[in-house]
DNA sequence: GTTTTATATGAACGATTCGTCTCGTTAAGT
DNA sequence: ACTTAACGAGACGAATCGTTCATATAAAAC
């Protein structure tokens, strides 16, 4: 041990930190992502396993488990990773906003990204942490409706007695249960039908 | 050996089957099914693992392999052993209908129901035996609405350029994704106000 | 009653997967 | 130069999986 012992500074203060470490590959956490996702076209959702993934990101588990703990924390990392950032439409009505969607988030859903968020619906039933990320985000994705159902509002197409939390809702579970039940052609305009005359006046 | 071989009867005839065997223990399936549920409960869903049945049920492994090749398979058993028959009530307004089911399957979801759909979902995303038949469980529960839709249709209830089959999608997505995000609790009468008015004229 | 046959049981098996834990290495900070 | 932390590679025990035995038992066929 030297004389500057570890924990202080010349000044006394407890040093928190004298090296950050290496981070050889800063690259890990992308070489593992993309190993998890190659490994879910190629193998299947079955062949994600941990030790697969650590062969394929030709990475260590330890490093893996460092960074997710938990497999449903890996799902999320990489839906993460493959989500880019989305703005709803502004057509001026709103039936043709929530169509615009969900033909965006079908096309989108067809991708590999469909499959992981599947998982990931399919994680949180039986994994409290996924639940509660999972939770999360719908919450955001709500609150990004709920800017589109408030310009609905002041152009006067919504019946005023209904929740907006609700009409969000109902949105993304219809969305929901098509990437679910694997119907993901259908077009947004017919499922509007339902929906969008729900919500008007 | 006898001089009757196996597989030929005094005729010269091949005799497809001499004996149809033995069932010592008609309680297997119930025992399997009910130990299934008591680990669900206890253990929660990380504890439905087929050696733990096999010792609940004091049943050999192989036992429940013959009969539920797949863990899916299993967990649809279980949800057919508890799931009573139902019938949507007719109150003469499709709103109510729609809000006494959602009331209905909520509270029954509440239970050991819930639990077990919700897996049975989650599987299905990685089982496709487990996806036909949740696919088939769910046409046939689409076809239980359009009765009803039938019903409001000929009382001149519905939007008639609406799919009768888009109305009951709809109603199903909002009531799996209730049960999905873990919010049961929530009344029918508050959920039909944006179905209800989507289906109605 | 005896034989046949299908099923049930219980234990063991090899194969995977999991999550943890070393080990020696590498690179960033001091 | 020295310290520190993350790294790759893999060994490890535990748990689970799905299969395969040998054995037992009960219903049906004779």
């Known amino acids: 041990m030297t004389q500057n012992a ?7 203060k407890i040093a928190q930190r004298r090296s950050i470490g290496a981070r050889k590959n800063p690259n890990a956490e992308a070489a593992i992502l993309d190993a998890a996702l190659t490994l879910l076209q190629s193998k299947g959702v079955k ?4 030790d697969a993934v650590a062969k394929e990101a ?39 906003d929530i169509a615009a969607f969900l033909d965006y988030v079908f096309e989108f859903w067809r991708g590999d990204a469909g499959p992981v968020f599947a998982l990931i619906i399919a994680e949180a039933q039986s994994d409290a942490s996924v639940a509660e990320a999972l939770a999360q985000y719908r919450a955001e994705r709500i609150k990004d409706w709920l800017v589109v159902i408030d310009r609905a509002a002041e152009r006067g197409e919504l019946n005023v007695t209904l929740e907006r939390e609700q009409i969000a809702d109902a949105i993304i579970a219809v969305a929901w249960h098509h990437l679910l039940t694997n119907r993901l052609h259908v077009k947004g305009a017919e499922l509007v039908q339902v929906l969008g005359f729900g919500i008007l006046k």
């Open 6 to 12: 570890v924990g202080k500074n010349e000044v006394g």
């Open 47 to 50: 062949g994600l396993t941990m």
């Open 58 to 96: 030709k990475a260590g588990k330890a490093t893996i488990y460092r960074w997710w703990p938990t497999r449903g924390a890996l799902l999320l990392g990489i839906y993460a990773r493959i989500k880019g950032p989305h703005t709803h439409s502004d057509t001026g009505h709103i039936e043709t």
